[in-house]
């Protein structure tokens, strides 16, 4: 049957909830990477394999590249979407409770809710209301399953590997939500992380634990310039302004890390540039140029990732 995967671990995704990257294991990544790369080579044989479902977004904090590409993805699948696109045009502004424009959505025959939220917890909330499966799309400074997704599905295509491969993750690791995604990702692979950051900005608590847990190798540093020569990404992210609860202690940290041409002649020849974005000030576009700047292709890589998981989640031929 065209476009059809039908196996146990196909069978796994069907239906779930996607709140955590912790829930995914090292097989199902794989067999979503395999799906990831069906769908590039053939198109065609998944264009409007979800016709009749109805995708709901439901994005209440700013975002370009994930709703853009879950809206891109869910079309190309056949999907009808609807949705808050903008908190403040809507009934939300007006103290409608999460619950209630979930289950609102639901009345209108939503079939899955992707949600991106400013509150950590949020998504998991979305899934305990909804009866339908809830994708998270970002949940304050918890996780970024999907984009963690995309991150190794971006690196496997790059090296060809992701065991074995050394991993610095730059910039506020404190309060962005796509270092927990990605650092959790990762142990699932023999990867050694490098978190380097001001002090105040170290990777939280709950990461380290986690990674202890899972006996992942991993350096706490401030400067890159300590590493550069021994990864083989350097995964940047920008410092997450929005979440500061006291706008004092952002200013002391503004500009505190600003990745280069310089900075990446450090590195190893094949070091790959990653970046979730937006960026704003601490990765240079003279850096674009650069063959070890991913990031461009990573944001490109979101859509066919994407597709893939929803294909897995809500395929009727997936079962
Ligand atoms: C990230 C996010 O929303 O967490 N953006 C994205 O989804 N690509 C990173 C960020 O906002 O800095």
């Known amino acids: 049957m065209k476009g059809s995967i039908i196996t146990d671990i196909g069978k796994s995704f069907k239906g779930i909830d996607v709140i955590s990257i912790r829930n995914f294991s090292r097989q199902q990544l794989e067999f979503l990477f395999e799906t990831t790369d069906k769908i590039r080579q053939d198109p ?88 339908v499966p809830v994708v998270n799309a970002g949940d304050g400074n918890r996780e970024h399953p999907t984009q963690a997704m995309l991150d190794l599905y971006t690196i496997g295509q790059k090296l060809g590997k992701l065991d074995g491969i050394s991993v610095g993750v730059l910039g506020d690791l404190r309060y962005s939500r796509t270092a927990p995604s990605l650092s959790y990702a990762l142990t699932n692979y023999d990867a050694k992380l490098f978190f380097i950051a001001p002090d105040s900005l170290q990777i939280q608590p709950r990461v380290e634990r986690e990674l202890n847990k899972k006996g992942t190798k991993f350096q706490k540093l401030g400067d890159p310039k300590e590493v550069m020569d021994k990864l083989d990404v350097l995964y940047v992210t920008r410092i997450q302004k ?72 809500l395929g009727d031929k997936n079962s």
């Open 44 to 131: 065609k044989d998944f264009r409007d394999s979800l016709r009749g479902k109805k995708l709901t977004m439901l994005f209440l904090e700013p975002s370009t590249r994930t709703a853009s590409s879950f809206e891109e993805s869910g079309r190309y699948l056949g999907c009808t979407i609807d949705g808050v696109r903008e908190p403040n045009s809507s009934s939300l502004a007006k103290g409608e409770t999460l619950n209630d424009t979930i289950k609102m959505f639901e009345g209108y025959g939503s079939n899955c809710f992707v949600i991106r939220h400013e509150k950590s917890g949020s998504a998991r909330f979305a899934s305990e209301v909804a009866s």
């Open 242 to 313: 929005e979440r500061f609860p006291d706008p004092t202690e952002y200013e002391k940290v503004r500009g505190s890390y600003v990745v280069d041409e310089k900075l990446v002649s450090m590195g190893k020849k094949g070091l790959g540039v990653m970046h979730p974005l937006p960026r704003v000030d601490e990765l240079k576009p003279e850096v674009d140029k650069l063959e070890n700047a991913w990031y461009f292709e990573q944001a490109k890589n979101g859509t066919v990732v994407r597709a893939a998981l929803l294909y897995l989640i």
